[in-house]
């Protein structure tokens, strides 16, 4: 799909693609040249390459149904393409590709428009950009409910997670309209 048939969705609550691992829903923050950038309540951020989109589908009752709390200061890593962004997670656990027997992760060593390199335990894995679906990073917001149930829990996780403190009271559209008044 191109970018510019993906543009009205910018700052809507969309699904990406209609079923299997790589379909989600969340919030479409930034549509960029190859790729866009979609948040969502379970997995957090999820970059996409838009190669790989086949649907999209928008959902009007969805964004008053949508309630994840994002922080004032919340940020997101960027890049000028697909391949440029990948290379800015250099170093960081990432997760590429949603499910079934492509489904990777581990630490980004290295990126350019053919491989990709990874490392997860004793396992180098040089998997062929192109084929990158999607891919997202330690980061993820929690919704409210969540929040709580995990308040009560000590149980240690490898992603990062934004405490409460950070957050901002708002509603929902006034969340959208920050976040893409920040974009431009």
Known sequence: MNSESLL???GKVVK???GGPEAKEGL????SSDYLTLLTKDEGLIYYSNAHIKSVT???KSMEDWDLEIPEDFTFKRGSSFV????????MWVKINRGGPEAVEGVLEGADNNFVTIINNEQVINMSTFHIKSISYGLKLESTEE???NDNNDSSNDNVKVSSNNRKKMSNKQKV????????
Not at 84 to 91: A, F, G
């Open 28 to 31: 479409l923050l930034e549509v």
């Open 16 to 18: 990406i693609n209609r």
């Open 177 to 184: 309209a920050e976040i893409i008044e920040d974009l431009t």
């Open 147 to 149: 929040e709580n149930n």
């Open 84 to 91: 440029d962004l990948v290379n800015n997670l250099k170093h």
């Open 58 to 60: 928008s959902n009007t």
């Open 8 to 10: 009205p969705y910018q």
